[in-house]
């Protein structure tokens, strides 16, 4: 009871944080890629890093930290497809919007805690695919 609680209020965080976007893995509609339900597959596992430029929220990640033995592992929810960061890069120009998607991913990895393993799908978005190949 205590740990549903708990859960509850750490899923209301998320959904507060996730404001200008109601899912949180890729811009979809799917069940499988809303907050509620990554907070509910994987017991309120849910991690998020953050970059914020000008005190707006630039980029999000979401990440589920396992352990096997001594292996640290960043994985995919269950049933979840992609785990795609929320990027919204400033920029008028594209070229200036993909510099600044790539800045955005890198300051994004920099965040996350060490692990052995990462696993994430990307949407096919050119400007994220490129940001992933560039880092």
């Known amino acids: 009871m205590v740990a549903s609680a708990v859960a509850r209020a750490q899923t209301q965080q998320l959904d ?13 509609d799917a069940v499988f890629d809303q ?23 630039v ?7 396992t352990r096997r033995g001594w292996v640290r592992k960043a994985v995919l929810p ?3 497809r992609l785990m795609t960061p929320l990027v919204h ?17 890198r300051e994004l990895h920099a965040q996350l805690p060490p ?3 990462y696993q994430t799908t990307v949407r096919s978005d050119p400007d994220l695919v490129l940001a992933y190949q560039l880092n």
């Not at 507060?16 to 979809?28: F, M, T, V, Y």
């Not at 509620?36 to 707006?56: K, S």
């Not at 980029?59 to 930290?65: A, D, W, Y």
């Open 59 to 65: 980029g999000t990640l979401l990440f589920h930290p």
């Open 35 to 57: 907050t509620w339900w990554l907070m509910a597959a994987t017991d309120g596992q849910l991690d998020r890093v953050e970059v914020c430029w000008d005190r707006v929220v």
């Open 78 to 80: 269950p049933y979840t």
């Open 115 to 117: 692990f052995h393993v």
């Open 89 to 105: 890069a400033p920029g008028e120009k594209v070229s200036t919007a993909s510099t600044n998607t790539v800045r955005i991913l």
């Open 16 to 28: 507060q944080a996730d404001a200008p976007s109601k899912d949180a893995a890729a811009g979809s």
